[in-house]
């Protein structure tokens, strides 16, 4: 072993961020509930107030606590946020230059590969399931097309959440926070109202297939026509905005 080997020893108010954040995860500190006063968790953890600060400035930059001032302050408990994850995500693949074209290739990849996963595990609460966001989809996709853009969202992201990989899952909601400008800034930009319409009706129509196909128990059949779609998809979205790097949507 090299002399010059260091052991990190952690800083006492990591360790402390590192217990609370356990209880958060585990859920034995439920969203919303405000943590217990300063002196109190000094006392609990034997610990001085700016080791305790330092920990509570860990979790807020990760988005499990937000800090109120005033008599009424304190800090309060948040759930895991996927957005967080996100941005940093997307620092890194700025620094790495990933374009757009690049983030929606690996969405294709995963998301198709969710639909697949789908139709071969489906059950029947998950068809009823997607059936009911199939009403929400057809009903948009009649009155408000640029409505449709969010319901369009939730579509997609039931379909890989019903895929049942919870790490698929969290990698492609992860994905959509990064592209989520895109999708907005394509659908606003110089569109008529019979260009949107006819868009969106296409868009259901796919959502219908897919469905059928995922009813069908048909796997190859589900991530062959959502690759196709998602594609589809990605070539209009980097048509429209070009060869813009990751943090360009991230601003």
């Keep these: ?44 953890y034997g610990v001085s107030r700016p080791t305790l600060r330092e920990a509570f400035r860990v979790l807020e930059a990760e988005g499990l ?25 997307g620092v890194l693949l700025q620094y790495r230059g990933a374009t757009l074209a690049d983030v929606y290739e690996a969405r294709t990849i995963l998301e198709s590969r969710a639909a697949g996963l789908l139709a071969a595990r489906r059950t029947r ?18 009155e408000d097309p640029y409505r449709f853009v969010g319901v369009d969202e939730r579509f997609h992201l039931l379909v890989v959440e019903l895929g049942g990989n919870e790490t698929l899952a969290l990698l492609v909601e992860m994905l959509y926070y990064i592209v989520a400008a895109a999708n907005i800034s394509v659908t606003e930009h110089d569109t008529s109202d019979e260009q949107a319409f006819a868009s969106v009706r296409r868009a259901h129509r796919m959502h219908e297939r897919l469905v059928a196909l995922i009813r069908d128990g048909d796997a190859e059949g589900a991530e062959f026509l959502w690759r196709r779609h998602l594609e589809g998809i990605a070539k209009l979205l980097t048509e429209e905005l070009g060869a813009r790097t990751v943090l360009d949507l991230l601003s």
Excluded: C, F, N
């Design 65 to 89: 606590i937000s800090i109120q001032r005033g008599a009424r302050g304190g800090a309060r408990v948040h759930l895991p946020d996927p957005s967080v994850s996100a941005r940093y995500a």
């Design 125 to 142: 609460s998950e068809v009823d399931a997607l059936d009911a966001a199939l009403q929400e989809s057809r009903r948009a996709a009649a």
């Design 1 to 44: 072993m090299s002399t010059h080997s260091r052991i990190r020893v952690p800083k006492a108010g990591e360790l402390v961020a590192g217990q609370l954040r356990r209880q958060i995860i585990l859920g034995e500190l439920e969203a919303g509930q405000a943590l217990p006063p300063e002196t109190a968790l000094m006392d609990h």
